[in-house]
């Protein structure tokens, strides 16, 4: 249990709509991370967010967006979906600071796109 | 572009044997991690390594990291069946916590 925790756990979409993602990251932790990993695959980096900033983004195009909130959970939003986009998607808290440290990885959510 | 590279991909061993997955980095980064993901879950932490030869051990598993080969190994030793996943090691990418670049991973099925 690594008191990272994600909503809904299974979603199932048709295709061209949105869907949004949830995320409450571990107490204490200031810093939220998104991966998406398909079937198969390791998890893909999706964006960053500290203190409610967006802070790094990998190769997804701007259709995949996000949020942070005051108390640090965050959402991901992805609008026009694609078959493509049908994969677990993780969401990963850690503290920014301090070297010691490691990314705590929440149960995921299985998005279907038909 | 950092690029991580896991082999072997697939990796069937009897129980009681010994084997190693390698984990090849392409560019400088002074922290990798290996987590074990089982099917349908999502990803355990196994090892978080921070400097050049850094060594952990849990159980029937050994971390190692050469950060000027860059290049870490995960050592199995006498497998037994509760240790059938898969595997991945990542990088950090730009420095900042949960920034992680991943391995493609390494499904291993201990067969008794």
């Known amino acids: 249990e690594t008191g990272v925790t994600q909503s809904p756990t299974h979603l199932i979409k048709t295709r061209g709509q949105q869907v949004t993602l949830r995320c409450s990251s571990q107490?204490?932790?200031?810093?939220v991370s998104w991966y998406q990993q398909a079937l198969g695959q390791g998890p893909q980096f999706i964006f960053q967010?500290?203190?409610?900033?967006?802070?790094g983004r990998g190769n997804f195009p701007p259709r995949f967006s996000g949020l942070q909130f005051p108390n640090y959970s965050s959402e991901l939003n992805v609008n026009a979906l694609e078959l493509d986009d049908s994969a677990l998607y993780l969401c990963?808290?850690?503290?920014?600071?301090?070297?010691?440290?490691?990314?705590?990885f929440g149960q995921g959510t299985r998005l279907t796109v038909v | 572009e950092l690029k991580v590279e896991q082999n072997p991909l697939f990796l069937s061993m009897q129980e009681g044997k010994n084997y190693t997955i390698y984990c090849n980095y392409s560019?400088?980064?002074?922290?990798l991690y290996w987590y074990r993901q089982d099917p349908g879950k999502s990803l355990e932490s196994l090892f978080v390594?921070?400097?050049?030869?850094a060594v952990k051990q849990e159980g029937r598993l050994m971390a190692s990291l050469d950060t000027k080969a860059r290049l870490s190994t995960l050592h199995i030793t006498a497998a037994v069946h509760d240790l059938s996943a898969t595997y991945f090691c990542?990088?950090?990418?730009?420095?900042?916590?949960?920034?992680?670049?991943f391995g493609k991973g390494t499904k291993l099925s201990v067969k008794p």
């Open positions: 990963a808290s850690s503290p920014m600071t301090g070297l010691n440290t490691e990314a705590f």
């Open positions: 107490s204490g932790h200031n810093t």
């Open positions: 967010y500290y203190r409610e900033e967006e802070n």
């Open positions: 560019t400088t980064s002074d922290r």
């Open positions: 390594l921070l400097s050049n030869g």
């Open positions: 990542a990088v950090d990418y730009g420095g900042s916590q949960g920034n992680l670049i």
